[in-house]
C-alpha cells in the first residue's frame, strides 16, 4: 500500500538509551533466561482477557465478538482493546501491525502509535517477548555522512510527516520495555546504507532495506526464542501485507515472515479516521468502500480482509466526532 513511508530516524542518544537500559548488549536476540524479571501484572479489568492468548489456543478460537457491522466480517466494539484481543484470539507467533502514519496537514488528533502504546500495547504482554519497531538506528562505526545523506535524501518522503512521528515510535519502544517486552530498532550495516545511497530509486531502496531488517530481526528471534514466545512488528502499513501489491514484493516482509513462523502471523493495520480521505491511495484499500464513518461514531471497528489480516480503525476523537458523509 502507498500510505505507508519510512521512518527515517537517526535519534542516536534515545535510542542508544532504548537499547541499552536494561538490556543484554548483545545484537541477537537472547535464548530465554529464567533470571529475567518477570512480566509487570495486568491491569485490566476483570474478566477481560489480559494477554496473549498460549499456544494451545490457535485450534479452535471462540465466536467472533463485538456486533456485526456489514461486510468483511465486520465487527463494532466499544473500546479499540476488544477489538485487539479479537485479533489475538488465534495466538499468533508474530503480529505485525500497520499503521498510517500520521501527517503535518492533518488534524492534530492523537497518532495511532501513541493510542497504540497506550491502549493495545499491554494486551501483548506477558507472551510476547519482542517488538521490532520501524526506527533506523545506524551503526555508530558508519561514517556520519552516510546517515546525513540517507536523511536528506528522504526528505520528500519524511517532511509532510507530523514531527512528532519519530518520537512517538521511541515512547513505543519504552512502553513496551516497562512491559517486559523487549524492543528493538532496525539496525543496518553500513554497506546497507550504501547501497541505499547509490540507488537508482533511493525510496525505494529503503523501502526493502526495512522490510530484510525486519525480516533478518525476525527470524533471528524465532530462531532462538522458545516457540511459545510472540514478537510483534510496529511499523508503516505498507510492510506487513501478506498479499503485496505487483512491484511492491521487496517492500513487503508480510510473506517471508509468515513462512517462516510456519503460517502464524497476523497482519493488522491501524487507522486513525481522521486521516481517511475519499482520493487515493485510501480509495483502493479493500475496506474503504465498505466504511461509514457516520455510523462509526465512538465505535471502534474490525474488518477481515483476508483469513489472517485484519483492519482496525479507532474511534473518532471527541475533538473531532461531528458525524460526515461517507469519506
Given at each position: 500500500?502507498?500510505?505507508?513511508r519510512?521512518?527515517?530516524?537517526?535519534?542516536?542518544?534515545?535510542?542508544?538509551?532504548?537499547?541499552?537500559?536494561?538490556?543484554?548488549?548483545?545484537?541477537?536476540?537472547?535464548?530465554?533466561?529464567?533470571?529475567?524479571?518477570?512480566?509487570?501484572?495486568?491491569?485490566?479489568?476483570?474478566?477481560?482477557?489480559?494477554?496473549?492468548?498460549?499456544?494451545?489456543?490457535?485450534?479452535?478460537?471462540?465466536?467472533?465478538?463485538?456486533?456485526?457491522?456489514?461486510?468483511?466480517?465486520?465487527?463494532?466494539?466499544?473500546?479499540?482493546?476488544?477489538?485487539?484481543?479479537?485479533?489475538?484470539?488465534?495466538?499468533?507467533?508474530?503480529?505485525?501491525?500497520?499503521e498510517?502514519?500520521?501527517?503535518?496537514?492533518?488534524?492534530?488528533?492523537?497518532?495511532?502509535?501513541?493510542?497504540?502504546?497506550?491502549?493495545?500495547?499491554?494486551?501483548?504482554?506477558?507472551?510476547?517477548?519482542?517488538?521490532?519497531?520501524?526506527?533506523?538506528?545506524?551503526?555508530r562505526?558508519?561514517?556520519?555522512?552516510?546517515?546525513?545523506?540517507?536523511?536528506?535524501?528522504?526528505?520528500?518522503?519524511?517532511?509532510?510527516?507530523?514531527?512528532?512521528?519519530?518520537?512517538?515510535?521511541?515512547?513505543?519502544?519504552?512502553?513496551?520495555?516497562?512491559?517486559?517486552?523487549?524492543?528493538?530498532?532496525?539496525?543496518?550495516?553500513?554497506?546497507e546504507?550504501?547501497t541505499?545511497?547509490?540507488?537508482d530509486?533511493?525510496?525505494?531502496?529503503?523501502l526493502?532495506?526495512?522490510?530484510?531488517?525486519?525480516?533478518?530481526?525476525?527470524?533471528?528471534?524465532?530462531d532462538?526464542?522458545?516457540?511459545?514466545?510472540?514478537?510483534?512488528?510496529?511499523?508503516?502499513?505498507?510492510?506487513?501485507?501478506?498479499?503485496?501489491?505487483?512491484?511492491?514484493?521487496?517492500?513487503?516482509?508480510?510473506?517471508?515472515?509468515?513462512d517462516?513462523?510456519?503460517?502464524?502471523?497476523?497482519?493488522?493495520?491501524?487507522?486513525?479516521?481522521?486521516?481517511?480521505?475519499?482520493?487515493p491511495?485510501?480509495?483502493?484499500?479493500?475496506?474503504?468502500?465498505?466504511?461509514?464513518?457516520?455510523?462509526?461514531?465512538?465505535?471502534?471497528?474490525?474488518?477481515?480482509?483476508a483469513?489472517?489480516?485484519?483492519?482496525?480503525?479507532?474511534?473518532?476523537?471527541?475533538?473531532?466526532?461531528?458525524?460526515?458523509?461517507?469519506?
Amino acid at each position: 500500500m502507498r500510505l505507508a513511508r519510512p521512518s527515517v530516524a537517526l535519534i542516536t542518544n534515545l535510542l542508544t538509551a532504548l537499547v541499552a537500559c536494561g538490556s543484554p548488549p548483545a545484537a541477537n536476540h537472547p535464548a530465554p533466561d529464567a533470571t529475567a524479571p518477570p512480566a509487570p501484572a495486568s491491569s485490566s479489568a476483570p474478566g477481560t482477557p489480559s494477554a496473549m492468548p498460549s499456544a494451545t489456543a490457535r485450534a479452535a478460537s471462540p465466536p467472533a465478538a463485538g456486533r456485526a457491522c456489514g461486510e468483511l466480517d465486520c465487527r463494532a466494539f466499544d473500546t479499540a482493546r476488544q477489538a485487539f484481543e479479537q485479533v489475538l484470539t488465534s495466538a499468533p507467533r508474530v503480529i505485525a501491525m500497520g499503521e498510517a502514519h500520521a501527517q503535518k496537514a492533518a488534524p492534530g488528533v492523537e497518532s495511532a502509535t501513541s493510542r497504540f502504546a497506550r491502549e493495545l500495547l499491554p494486551a501483548l504482554a506477558p507472551r510476547t517477548k519482542g517488538i521490532v519497531i520501524e526506527l533506523l538506528a545506524p551503526d555508530r562505526r558508519c561514517e556520519q555522512h552516510e546517515e546525513q545523506a540517507v536523511a536528506e535524501r528522504t526528505k520528500p518522503v519524511t517532511e509532510p510527516q507530523r514531527e512528532t512521528n519519530q518520537s512517538d515510535f521511541v515512547a513505543l519502544g519504552f512502553a513496551a520495555k516497562k512491559l517486559g517486552i523487549r524492543a528493538e530498532p532496525l539496525i543496518p550495516t553500513c554497506d546497507e546504507l550504501k547501497t541505499v545511497l547509490h540507488a537508482d530509486n533511493d525510496v525505494g531502496a529503503l523501502l526493502e532495506l526495512i522490510a530484510n531488517i525486519t525480516v533478518r530481526e525476525t527470524f533471528d528471534f524465532l530462531d532462538h526464542q522458545n516457540p511459545e514466545a510472540a514478537l510483534a512488528i510496529y511499523g508503516g502499513l505498507l510492510h506487513n501485507d501478506v498479499t503485496p501489491k505487483p512491484g511492491q514484493e521487496a517492500w513487503s516482509f508480510g510473506p517471508r515472515i509468515r513462512d517462516h513462523a510456519h503460517g502464524s502471523y497476523v497482519e493488522l493495520d491501524l487507522i486513525v479516521p481522521e486521516l481517511i480521505r475519499n482520493e487515493p491511495p485510501w480509495t483502493e484499500l479493500p475496506w474503504f468502500s465498505h466504511y461509514d464513518r457516520t455510523s462509526a461514531a465512538g465505535q471502534t471497528l474490525l474488518y477481515r480482509t483476508a483469513p489472517a489480516s485484519f483492519v482496525l480503525i479507532f474511534p473518532r476523537s471527541e475533538a473531532t466526532a461531528t458525524p460526515k458523509a461517507n469519506p
